[in-house]
């Protein structure tokens, strides 16, 4: 009888267990290390979540610039920067090859992420280490009035009918620098020669942007001419103004901008260029890149599972919704973005898809990446402000990439 009773007993306890809600269990703290513009913007959302979960989520906002190193200070001391980690970009070189992430092949392998674009961004050698957060590609957009009044009814096809667009409005004193890009020299070079249709690096990351005759080589020339003839203004080599900025001062009429500055643009609280900025698709093959984010789990995180708990959470249809209603960031589901659409609160659409259609990523997991972009910047503000030619830009930077290439391999 005694043996029967503690048998059910037994049985009974396992049952609370098992039935028990998640908020009965023993309480975890997790941290999430993030940019001001990822923390999630719905508080009650996110203590809702701490309620049926039991788990309590430290927010650690940081500097961007900040972010990575923190990871790799902390991981130079064997311990965790974080549980959650947000991922811009730049993380693919930073904190993924370096073998700061978690990958999350486990945890998604009975999860259906078909709904989510740019899954591919965050694979490396199969492994996924980051759940995308939001999407964005590098676009440009312009002022429609402007080209309108300079007596064009479209926006260029090609690069050398947007630098003859340029002239005209600038002849005509429409507008004194009607070209704004380039405050991230080596950005306005990629944007263009990827348009242009010129692969810069091969499988095996050979730099082809340096063969004869490349179209990386003709989009250095004309970023060039760009600055000596002031079709962009003075002040973006000067360092004393950024791109977006300026353009949105009342200066310019194509800006180097990204999947929503069109709203910006067109914000009269924010912007002089309100109501008239348009997105376009890029001119010739029309390629771009993207610089999207996502979440990941520290490789040294304690509370894997607990992570995972939150991340499931934080790319959840709702709080996407939030992220795009608080900062105007374009949701990485595809199903929240076609709801946003036909609800009428996305603006460009049209245009964004057919971008987007058009993308050629660059190699940001080479973990040479980042001192080779800063290369690039410094060594085509160098050539603007002199006579250093276009050939012999390319020049240099084919022989740095090469030489860091064999340097980190």
Same mark, same amino acid.
């Given at each position: 009888?005694?043996?029967?009773?503690?048998?059910?007993?037994?049985?009974?306890?396992?049952?609370?267990?098992?039935?028990?809600?998640?908020?009965?269990?023993?309480?975890?703290?997790?941290?999430?290390?993030?940019?001001?513009?990822?923390?999630?913007?719905?508080?009650?959302?996110?203590?809702?979540?701490?309620?049926?979960?039991?788990?309590?989520?430290?927010?650690?906002?940081?500097?961007?610039?900040?972010?990575?190193?923190?990871?790799?200070?902390?991981?130079?001391?064997?311990?965790?920067?974080?549980?959650?980690?947000?991922?811009?970009?730049?993380?693919?070189?930073?904190?993924?090859?370096?073998?700061?992430?978690?990958?999350?092949?486990?945890?998604?392998?009975?999860?259906?992420?078909?709904?989510?674009?740019?899954?591919?961004?965050?694979?490396?050698?199969?492994?996924?280490?980051?759940?995308?957060?939001?999407?964005?590609?590098?676009?440009?957009?312009?002022?429609?009035?402007?080209?309108?009044?300079?007596?064009?009814?479209?926006?260029?096809?090609?690069?050398?009918?947007?630098?003859?667009?340029?002239?005209?409005?600038?002849?005509?004193?429409?507008?004194?620098?009607?070209?704004?890009?380039?405050?991230?020299?080596?950005?306005?070079?990629?944007?263009?020669?990827?348009?242009?249709?010129?692969?810069?690096?091969?499988?095996?990351?050979?730099?082809?942007?340096?063969?004869?005759?490349?179209?990386? /080589?003709?989009?250095?020339?004309?970023? %060039?001419?760009?600055?000596?003839?002031?079709?962009?203004?003075? +002040? &973006?080599? #000067?360092? $004393?103004?950024?791109?977006?900025?300026?353009?949105?001062?009342?200066?310019?009429?194509?800006?180097?901008?990204?999947?929503?500055?069109?709203?910006?643009?067109?914000?009269?609280?924010?912007?002089?260029?309100?109501?008239?900025?348009?997105?376009?698709?890029?001119?010739?093959?029309?390629?771009?890149?993207?610089?999207?984010?996502?979440?990941?789990?520290?490789?040294?995180?304690?509370?894997?599972?607990?992570?995972?708990?939150?991340?499931?959470?934080?790319?959840?249809?709702?709080?996407?919704?939030?992220?795009?209603?608080?900062?105007?960031?374009?949701?990485? /589901?595809?199903?929240?973005?076609?709801? %946003?659409?036909?609800?009428?609160?996305?603006?460009?659409?049209? +245009? &964004?898809? #057919?971008? $987007?259609?058009?993308?050629?990523?660059?190699?940001?997991?080479?973990?040479?990446?980042?001192?080779?972009?800063?290369?690039?910047?410094?060594?085509?503000?160098?050539?603007?402000?002199?006579?250093?030619?276009?050939?012999?830009?390319?020049?240099?930077?084919?022989?740095?990439?090469?030489?860091?290439?064999?340097?980190?391999?």
């Amino acid at each position: 009888m005694f043996s029967r009773r503690l048998l059910l007993t037994l049985v009974l306890v396992m049952v609370l267990l098992v039935g028990a809600p998640a908020s009965a269990q023993e309480p975890v703290t997790i941290t999430f290390l993030t940019p001001a513009w990822g923390v999630p913007p719905d508080e009650a959302a996110l203590q809702a979540f701490t309620e049926e979960t039991g788990i309590t989520v430290e927010i650690q906002s940081v500097q961007m610039a900040d972010l990575y190193s923190r990871v790799q200070v902390a991981a130079a001391a064997g311990e965790p920067a974080a549980d959650v980690i947000f991922l811009t970009e730049e993380a693919p070189s930073n904190v993924v090859a370096t073998g700061n992430m978690l990958p999350l092949n486990d945890y998604i392998a009975d999860s259906d992420m078909s709904d989510f674009n740019q899954m591919d961004f965050w694979t490396q050698d199969g492994n996924i280490y980051g759940i995308p957060v939001y999407q964005q590609l590098v676009m440009m957009d312009y002022n429609t009035e402007r080209l309108a009044e300079a007596g064009f009814d479209a926006p260029p096809t090609t690069w050398d009918e947007l630098r003859e667009m340029a002239v005209a409005i600038k002849e005509q004193g429409i507008d004194e620098y009607p070209i704004v890009m380039g405050s991230n020299f080596d950005w306005a070079w990629y944007l263009m020669a990827l348009s242009m249709g010129d692969p810069m690096f091969d499988e095996e990351l050979n730099p082809v942007f340096a063969d004869e005759g490349s179209q990386a /080589r003709r989009a250095m020339e004309l970023l %060039l001419s760009f600055y000596r003839d002031e079709l962009i203004s003075p +002040e &973006i080599l #000067a360092g $004393s103004v950024t791109q977006h900025a300026l353009f949105w001062s009342g200066s310019g009429t194509f800006h180097q901008g990204w999947q929503g500055s069109m709203d910006y643009g067109n914000n009269t609280e924010l912007s002089q260029q309100a109501p008239n900025v348009g997105y376009m698709v890029l001119p010739e093959v029309g390629n771009t890149w993207s610089f999207p984010a996502a979440i990941g789990i520290s490789a040294a995180s304690e509370y894997p599972d607990e992570a995972w708990q939150f991340i499931e959470w934080y790319t959840s249809p709702e709080n996407q919704v939030a992220i795009f209603n608080a900062f105007g960031l374009y949701p990485s /589901r595809t199903s929240v973005a076609e709801q %946003l659409n036909e609800e009428g609160v996305i603006n460009g659409y049209e +245009e &964004i898809v #057919a971008q $987007s259609e058009l993308v050629n990523e660059l190699p940001r997991y080479a973990l040479w990446w980042g001192p080779f972009t800063q290369t690039v910047s410094e060594t085509i503000l160098q050539a603007a402000q002199s006579d250093m030619s276009a050939d012999e830009v390319i020049d240099a930077l084919a022989e740095e990439w090469n030489t860091l290439k064999e340097e980190y391999e």
